[in-house]
């Protein structure tokens, strides 16, 4: 082992080297970068999500005032910042001083966290919006099956696409804990 | 921004392009694995209390980060599209018989899973077993076990590697 030691030690210079006022730069980058990559996760995906849903639903169920329609809006979008803030409050990492295996751990439970978080926030969502339109206008009973089909299928279909992405993540951090063995 | 972590980073980031070489097989994503792990390090930078060498701690935090960046499935969709030839662990130093094996090397360890990786290069760094224990999160005969095993990989080949050049 002692050759493969020594290859491994003219390894060292494998990079360009940088300056102490170039990684300045690139942590201040990095740091910016971050908070706005979350910001706009927060912003656009809260927004986006609410004003879709809220179209499709107003689509259908047209006679809501102007009041009822702006104090939907405010809900859902408001609905939809509240989950991003507990999702981002769930998805805190490990401080990365700690060793792998716990920074492994609290990614595991943080995923399955995510997961179920998510998967609560889209049902409550959907399904508040379906009664509160049921509470607010008047519906045929033809409507009210035709509506509760669309949030029934949106429902299911954003549930699928979350949880096969969490799944996904989950099956990478099992299988790395995994390779780590019994503690 | 403290100037004495920027001068202890400076100092290490040999060790940082390491990592980057074995945990990615571009440049454009080595050079973003190494971004990665110089930020995290600032972000532990204030708990770092100096009970532990410098070097120490920034192989746990690289090595953390290293093990942990999972990528988004937009980001691993993307490189399932990359083609072979974008793969490159070399050095971007002069080639020379020394240089070809250390690119041999390198590209062995590539082949280990990621916790694995994290192993030998503790390992090759004359890591004692205790201190890739706690680094790492398992006990000291576990970390004996999987070293014998990557051992056995490494003279594996090495014997290939061996016998393919004659």
């Known amino acids: 082992m002692d050759d493969i030691k020594a290859l491994w030690r003219q390894g060292d210079a494998s990079g360009p080297a940088k300056t102490p006022s170039e990684l300045e730069a690139m942590v201040r980058m990095k740091s910016r970068a971050t908070f706005l990559r979350t910001s706009r996760k927060l912003i656009i995906e809260s927004l986006a999500f609410g004003v879709v849903l809220f179209a499709c639903l107003t689509g259908l169920a047209s006679p809501l005032s102007q009041s009822e329609a702006t104090g939907l809006l405010i809900a859902v979008v408001t609905f939809g910042i509240v989950n991003n803030l507990v999702l981002l409050r769930v998805a805190r990492p490990a401080p990365p001083e700690r060793s792998i295996r716990d920074a492994l751990t609290q990614a595991a439970a943080s995923f399955r ?71 | 921004m403290k100037p004495d972590f920027l001068t202890l980073i400076s100092q290490n980031q040999g060790v940082i392009y390491k990592i980057s070489r074995i945990y990615r097989d571009s440049q454009e994503d080595r050079e973003d694995l190494f971004q990665d792990i110089v930020y995290q390090l600032w972000r532990s930078y204030p708990a770092f209390k100096g009970e532990s060498k410098p070097s120490t701690w920034i192989y746990k935090v690289a090595l953390s980060t290293a093990v942990m960046a999972f990528r988004s499935p937009k980001e691993q969709f993307r490189r399932r599209q990359l083609p072979w030839e974008t793969i490159d662990r070399s050095a971007p130093s002069p080639t020379s018989a020394a240089n070809e094996r250390t690119t041999w090397l390198y590209e062995v360890i590539a082949t280990f899973d990621p916790v694995e990786k994290a192993i030998v290069t503790l390992y090759l760094e004359e890591y004692s077993y205790k201190e890739i224990a706690e680094i790492v999160g398992i006990t000291d005969n576990h970390v004996g076990v999987k070293i014998s095993r990557i051992k056995d990989k490494l003279k594996e080949r090495a014997a290939q590697e061996g016998d393919d050049n004659g």
């Open chain 1, 113 to 183: 966290t995510q997961k179920w978080v998510g998967a609560l926030f889209t049902v409550l969502y959907f399904a508040t919006l379906f009664f509160v339109l049921l509470a607010h206008v008047q519906f045929t009973s033809l409507k009210i099956l035709e509506t509760g089909l669309i949030v029934a299928g949106s429902i299911g279909v954003r549930l699928w696409f979350e949880t096969q992405l969490w799944n996904r993540q989950i099956r990478e951090v099992d299988s790395l804990l995994g390779s780590l063995g019994a503690s």
